[in-house]
């Protein structure tokens, strides 16, 4: 069974405390810090991991920062996605915060924003994606399936968010640069050449050891192969 728990109160908290974190500490790189993912919607069933994002005019500048991200417990995924940083946060050993930062420029339209911000207006749909992941946790233990298996009401969903707002469809899954895309998507299952989806980083498989170019916080992608292959690695929704 995949841990999907029921919608706990105290997740608003724990993401609010960690966007205070790292405000106070990294004051002035991120021009906006928001709860994200299933866990920011109130009555929402989800894994108990907090999903934030941030928004950043320099990601150059945010990378620059991994040292002083670390000393909050955050190591950095090399995803090869081109304009997002994904750093992820473990507490007593199990996953408990990932953090996504993209352009300034892309805030407004992100689906992952758009996505929560339906969510909250439309009630009914929260209890229909609820009933569909509780269904589906009892269903697969396998991460990677069942959340392919929410792909589709996903994207139901987000394509309505971005309507209400005058925005195209666009697909919830993210293209690889190319320079990643030749090692992680053929003849790997599960993930579609040049793709992975566009969600929140869901991975809960042991720590993988630091990369050489980022030995305090940086993960290369050839030691998180797993979260490449996988379409619950980055998406609009992950828990």
Same mark, same amino acid.
């Given at each position: 069974? @995949? ?16 966007? !205070?974190?790292?405000? =106070? ?6 021009? !906006?810090?928001? +709860?994200?993912? =299933? ?27 991994? $040292? @002083?991200? !670390? &000393? ?16 992820? *946060?473990?507490? +007593?050993? *199990? *996953?408990?915060?990932?953090? +996504? ?7 407004? @339209? ?7 911000? +339906? ?19 009892? &269903? ?19 394509d309505r968010a971005r309507a ?9 899954? &993210? ?9 992680s998507g053929p003849g790997r299952? $599960? ?13 809960? %498989? ?9 030995? %305090? !916080?940086?993960? =290369?992608?050839? %030691? ?8 619950? =690695?980055? $998406?609009?929704?992950?828990?």
């Amino acid at each position: 069974m @995949t841990d999907v728990t029921e919608y706990d109160p105290a997740w608003p908290g724990r993401a609010e405390t960690a966007r !205070a974190e790292l405000l =106070s500490r990294l004051p002035g790189l991120f021009t !906006a810090i928001e +709860h994200i993912g =299933s866990t920011s919607v109130p009555g929402l069933a989800a894994k108990p991991v907090i999903d934030l994002m941030a928004a950043a005019d320099d990601l150059d500048r945010v990378a620059r920062h991994d $040292g @002083t991200v !670390a &000393e909050l417990g955050y190591r950095r995924f090399d995803t090869g996605m081109p304009g997002r940083l994904v750093y992820f *946060r473990d507490e +007593h050993g *199990r *996953r408990a915060c990932h953090l +996504h930062v993209v352009p300034a420029a892309s805030w407004e @339209t992100r689906n992952e924003r758009l996505l929560r911000d +339906h969510l909250l207006s439309h009630p009914g749909d929260v209890v229909r994606y609820a009933e569909l992941k509780k269904r589906l946790a009892a &269903e697969h233990t396998d991460g990677i399936e069942y959340t392919k298996a929410k792909t589709e009401l996903i994207q139901e969903l987000t394509d309505r968010a971005r309507a209400d707002r005058g925005l195209p469809s666009v697909p919830v899954w &993210e293209e690889l640069s190319a320079s990643v895309s030749g090692r992680s998507g053929p003849g790997r299952p $599960g993930t579609p050449s040049r793709l992975l989806p566009a969600c929140p980083l869901l991975v809960r %498989s042991p720590v993988p050891q630091p990369s050489a170019s980022h030995p %305090s !916080a940086a993960v =290369s992608l050839p %030691s998180i192969r797993s979260v490449a292959r996988s379409p619950s =690695s980055m $998406g609009t929704d992950s828990g």
